[in-house]
Nanobody, 128 residues
Framework: QVQLVESGGGLVQPGGSLRLSCAAS????????MAWYRQAPGKQRELVAR???????????????DYADSVRGRFTISRDNAKNTVYLQMNSLKPEDTAVYYC??????????????WGQGTQVTVSS
C-alpha cells in the first residue's frame, strides 16, 4: 500500500512559477511511473506530465517523460528516487493552468502487478 502526500499548490500571478511535490511512502517494491494530472471544473481529468522510473524501455537505467502539449516547454517533471518523490516545476503559468492537480503513482508489486495510487489533490490558481 502506498500513501501520497502532495504540497506546493497555491495562488500565483500569470507568468509566475510554482513547484508541486508528491512524496510516496509505505511498503513499495518498485515504482513503475509517477505522474501529474489536473482537473478543472467542467472538464475531464487530463494527464499533465509523466515520468517513468526506468527499466521499462531499457535493460538498465532509462526512463522517459511525457508532457501534455499545453504545458510542454513550461512544465518540468522530475523525481528523486531515493525519496520516492516526484516534482512538477511549473513556469510561465497561465490562467488556463488553474485546476486541481493530482499526483499519481503506479506501483509494480513483487508479483509484477500494477496498482494506481492517487494523491488528494492540490489547488493551483493562476490569477492577477
Amino acid at each position: 500500500q502506498v500513501q501520497l502526500v502532495e504540497s506546493g499548490g497555491g495562488l500565483v500571478q500569470p507568468g509566475g512559477s510554482l513547484r508541486l511535490s508528491c512524496a510516496a511512502s509505505g511498503s513499495i517494491f518498485s515504482i513503475n511511473a509517477m505522474a501529474w494530472y489536473r482537473q478543472a471544473p467542467g472538464k475531464q481529468r487530463e494527464l499533465v506530465a509523466r515520468i517513468t522510473s526506468g527499466g521499462t524501455t531499457r535493460i538498465t537505467g532509462g526512463g522517459t517523460t511525457d508532457y501534455a502539449d499545453s504545458v510542454r516547454g513550461r512544465f518540468t517533471i522530475s523525481r528523486d528516487n531515493a525519496k520516492n518523490t516526484v516534482y512538477l516545476q511549473m513556469n510561465s503559468l497561465k490562467p488556463e493552468d488553474t485546476a486541481v492537480y493530482y499526483c499519481n503513482v503506479v506501483e509494480r508489486t513483487l508479483g509484477n502487478l500494477l496498482y494506481d495510487y492517487w494523491g488528494q489533490g492540490t489547488q493551483v490558481t493562476v490569477s492577477s
